[in-house]
């Protein structure tokens, strides 16, 4: 059940911001975290991307979708790293 739905949250908050105004407050990753709607209980402070970084000596075609990168890491095993929850850098991998 979300927090917000158990009084767990505060506000709604996000309107009383100075800045709040220079939101884009319909766009979808502003709207909602993780899915869920934010309804004013959050305020955007950053962004969490899948950044994907490799040596160009060894590997000069990357992986270009998901697919490709998990058939990559099914031919290559023990030669994918990445961090481990609760690592935030890893959230939205």
């Given at each position: 059940?979300?927090?917000s ?9 996000a ?9 884009n407050w ?10 869920e709607?934010v ?5 955007p402070y950053?962004?969490?991307q899948v ?9 000069s075609a ?7 990168l998990?058939?990559w ?6 030669k ?12 939205r991998?």
């Open positions: 059940m979300r927090s739905q158990n009084g767990l949250l505060f506000g709604p908050f309107d009383l911001l100075p800045n709040q105004t220079l939101v319909e766009r979808a990753s502003v709207k909602n975290d993780f899915g709607p309804e004013g209980m959050e305020s950053g962004r969490a950044v994907f970084a490799y040596d160009t000596a060894r590997l990357p992986p270009k979708t998901m697919g490709e998990f058939d890491i099914r031919q290559y095993p023990g994918f790293a990445y961090p481990a929850p609760p690592d935030f850098s890893c959230s991998f």
